[in-house]
């Protein structure tokens, strides 16, 4: 898309503009690596909050506006957001938004997200995204009151995950020389955990999509980390889906993003606000 980028100065607040139509933002949060979004204003009650998963390299340029076209079919604002700790090295592919030694990038991103709800004045955050993306989706809306997030098959302890993938991003944002955890960093602190980050009670709402057939995160993230959900304080605030897709690790398909965001656009509330 043919947008100007407006450049935030290093310690300027994000203000997306209120007009309608998209606008386009970046900030860098350290030398060469910008936090870059896209924000769709159409109008509407409805803020959708899309993270991308793990981007091809040599496919995709940054920033990564991943669900694009499919948002512009949509009738609801929109706001992208991609990953800037991948401007660190052309072979990383992911870094589920979590940031760097230093930085908390869930943190800014829901200041960010929070800001633009209430310029737009929406009634509705849907934070959304697949495999890493469904990573962030989890993690950014519990620092957002009322929120709901759609995550499609994701990772729910990072130091469960493929070796290759956990090994990069350790090398290249996290600063370890072999691939393993730093010894001044916990794998199980909520930052690279949602077992972790939903053992307390958290303030949204997640629908939890998981293909039976992606066996890698049904056995090693969907399933152990369901049993801590159904045991915990956020059991009514999650809603566990089952599809059936590829034999594979994959994105949904459009249709089946559209119908997951519908839904939980469509919520009703969850069972900790009813009242006798």
Same mark, same amino acid.
């Given at each position: 898309?043919?947008?100007?980028?407006?450049?935030?100065?290093?310690?300027?607040?994000?203000?997306?503009?209120?007009?309608?139509?998209?606008?386009?933002?970046?900030?860098?949060?350290?030398?060469?690596?910008?936090?870059?979004?896209?924000?769709?204003?159409?109008?509407?009650?409805?803020?959708?909050?899309?993270?991308?998963?793990? $981007?091809?390299?040599?496919?995709?340029?940054?920033?990564?506006?991943?669900?694009?076209?499919?948002?512009?079919?949509?009738?609801?604002?929109?706001?992208?957001?991609?990953?800037?700790?991948?401007?660190?090295?052309?072979?990383?592919?992911?870094?589920?938004?979590?940031?760097?030694?230093?930085?908390?990038?869930?943190?800014? !991103?829901?200041?960010?997200?929070?800001?633009?709800?209430?310029?737009?004045?929406?009634?509705?955050?849907?934070?959304?995204?697949?495999?890493?993306?469904?990573?962030?989706?989890?993690?950014?809306?519990?620092?957002?009151?009322?929120? $709901?997030? /759609?995550?499609?098959?994701?990772?729910?302890?990072?130091?469960?995950?493929?070796?290759?993938?956990?090994?990069?991003?350790?090398?290249?944002?996290?600063?370890?020389?072999?691939?393993?955890?730093?010894?001044?960093?916990?794998?199980?602190?909520?930052?690279?955990?949602? /077992?972790?980050?939903? =053992?307390?009670?958290?303030?949204?709402?997640?629908?939890?999509?998981?293909?039976?057939?992606?066996?890698?995160?049904?056995?090693?993230?969907?399933?152990?980390?369901?049993?801590?959900?159904?045991?915990?304080?956020?059991?009514? =605030?999650?809603?566990?889906?089952?599809?059936?897709?590829? =034999?594979?690790?994959?994105?949904?398909?459009?249709?089946?993003? !559209?119908?997951?965001?519908?839904?939980?656009?469509?919520?009703?509330?969850?069972?900790?606000?009813?009242?006798?």
């Amino acid at each position: 898309m043919g947008v100007p980028v407006t450049v935030l100065a290093p310690e300027a607040s994000f203000s997306p503009s209120p007009a309608n139509g998209p606008s386009r933002y970046a900030q860098f949060l350290r030398p060469g690596c910008p936090l870059e979004a896209l924000l769709i204003n159409r109008g509407s009650d409805v803020l959708l909050v899309g993270l991308h998963g793990a $981007t091809d390299r040599s496919k995709y340029l940054l920033p990564r506006f991943e669900w694009l076209r499919t948002m512009l079919g949509m009738s609801f604002n929109a706001l992208l957001l991609s990953d800037p700790a991948l401007h660190l090295s052309a072979d990383l592919e992911l870094s589920w938004y979590i940031g760097w030694k230093g930085l908390s990038l869930p943190l800014v !991103v829901s200041d960010w997200v929070r800001i633009a709800a209430s310029t737009l004045g929406v009634d509705k955050v849907v934070f959304f995204g697949s495999s890493g993306g469904g990573f962030a989706a989890m993690q950014v809306a519990s620092h957002v009151p009322g929120s $709901t997030a /759609v995550a499609f098959n994701p990772q729910t302890r990072i130091d469960r995950y493929y070796s290759s993938a956990k090994g990069r991003f350790l090398n290249t944002v996290m600063g370890s020389a072999d691939g393993k955890w730093p010894s001044d960093l916990d794998s199980q602190d909520p930052q690279f955990s949602l /077992v972790a980050r939903y =053992a307390s009670a958290q303030p949204c709402q997640t629908y939890f999509w998981q293909n039976r057939n992606d066996r890698h995160h049904v056995d090693n993230h969907y399933l152990p980390f369901r049993r801590e959900i159904e045991g915990g304080p956020n059991k009514c =605030a999650f809603r566990f889906i089952e599809y059936d897709g590829p =034999a594979r690790h994959s994105a949904p398909t459009q249709s089946l993003l !559209v119908d997951a965001i519908s839904q939980a656009i469509g919520s009703p509330e969850d069972c900790r606000d009813r009242r006798p």
